[in-house]
């Protein structure tokens, strides 16, 4: 029975290691940027979304 290796990857070198690495790293450092971003906006929001509902119902209190 013989053994079918034609499944296994070639083993990567230093160069294409230290570019997929550095791939993997410029990727890492936008999804931390695009998720930094996305959750300044959403506290943004929920600030403005509390300041708004505060006047609300301070107007109401006035009435």
């Known amino acids: 029975m013989t053994e079918d290796i034609s499944y296994r990857r070639k083993p990567l070198t230093p160069e294409q290691r ?11 450092d936008k999804a931390m ?8 906006a959403f ?6 979304l509390r300041a708004e509902r505060i006047a609300r119902e301070a107007a109401e209190v006035k009435d």
């Open 18 to 28: 230290q570019a997929r690495d550095a791939s993997r790293r410029i990727e890492a």
């Open 33 to 40: 940027r695009d998720h930094e971003a996305a959750q300044k």
């Open 43 to 48: 506290y943004a929001n929920k600030e403005r």
